[in-house]
C-alpha cells in the first residue's frame, strides 16, 4: 500500500532542521498536499522512457550505497499500479546491493530526465527472484533480448511512495541518441557540401 511520500521523509529530525532553517512552514504546506497515489499515466510514461536510474539500498551496518543501473530504455518495467520490475544484469561482480536487500529491502531510486530536467523519486521494497526460481513469464517481461548483458537475477519493487522533485540544479543534457535527430540533418548537409567542394577540384579540410 502506498502512502505520503513526507509520511517517510519527513522524520522528527528532518522536521526539527527544517525548523532550525525557518522552513518548517513550506514543510507543512508539502504534508498538507502530499497524498498517497498509486502510479498514473505520467509515472508509467516518464518511467518507459528512462535507461537509467540511482539505486539506494542499506547494508548491515547502516551505510547507505547507491549504485547506477542502465539499460535499454525502459528497462525498468511497470508491473502494476504500485509495482515495478528490472532484470539485475551482471556488473562489476561485488554484489553489493543485492547482499545489502539480504538484510534490509529498504530502497530508493531517483530517476531523471536530463533534456527535459525532470526527477522522480521513489520509495520502496525490493525482492530478488533468482532467475531458476522466477516465472518464466515474468522473467521474459522483464528482460530485453536485444539488449547486450547477462541477466543473473529479478529486482521487483513495491513503492511506498513517490514524489516529482523540482527541477532547480538539474543540469540540461541529452544522449547520443537523443542528439541524433540533430546531428544527422548536419551530418548530411556536411556531406552535400563536401561532395560539392571535390565536383570543383577542392578537397575539404578533413574533420577534427
Known amino acids: 500500500m502506498t502512502q505520503c511520500y513526507t509520511d517517510i521523509a519527513f ?17 507543512r504546506r508539502l504534508e498538507a498536499r502530499s497524498e498517497a497515489r498509486l502510479l498514473g499515466d505520467r509515472e508509467r510514461a516518464f518511467i518507459a522512457g528512462r535507461d537509467s536510474f540511482f539505486l539506494a539500498t542499506v547494508n548491515q551496518a547502516g551505510w547507505p550505497y547507491v549504485q547506477h543501473r542502465g539499460g535499454a530504455p525502459g528497462f525498468l518495467k ?26 534490509d529491502d529498504r530502497v530508493s531510486l531517483i530517476l531523471v530526465d536530463y533534456p527535459r530536467r525532470w526527477r522522480l523519486k521513489i520509495f520502496g521494497r525490493a525482492r530478488i527472484l533468482e532467475l ?8 521474459q517481461s522483464l528482460t530485453d533480448a536485444g539488449y547486450d548483458a547477462t541477466v543473473e537475477r ?17 543540469p540540461q543534457r541529452f544522449s547520443r541518441d537523443e542528439l541524433a535527430p540533430l546531428i ?4 548530411d548537409r556536411i556531406a552535400q557540401l563536401e561532395a560539392c567542394l571535390r565536383a570543383a577540384g577542392i578537397e575539404p579540410p578533413p574533420h577534427p
Do not use: K, M
Not at 11 to 27: I, L
Not at 78 to 95: E, H, I, K
Open 11 to 27: 522524520t522528527s529530525a528532518v522536521r526539527q532542521t527544517q525548523e532550525a532553517n525557518g522552513t518548517r512552514e513550506h514543510g
Open 132 to 139: 531458476d526460481a522466477a516465472p518464466v513469464d515474468l522473467a
Open 184 to 187: 544527422h540533418p548536419l551530418e
Open 78 to 103: 511497470v508491473l502494476g499500479p504500485s509495482t515495478l520490475g528490472f532484470a539485475d544484469f551482471r556488473g562489476n561482480l561485488q554484489y553489493v546491493s543485492t547482499g545489502n536487500l539480504a538484510t
Open 154 to 170: 529479478l529486482t521487483l519493487i513495491e513503492i511506498e511512495a513517490f514524489d516529482w522533485n523540482c527541477s532547480q540544479h538539474i
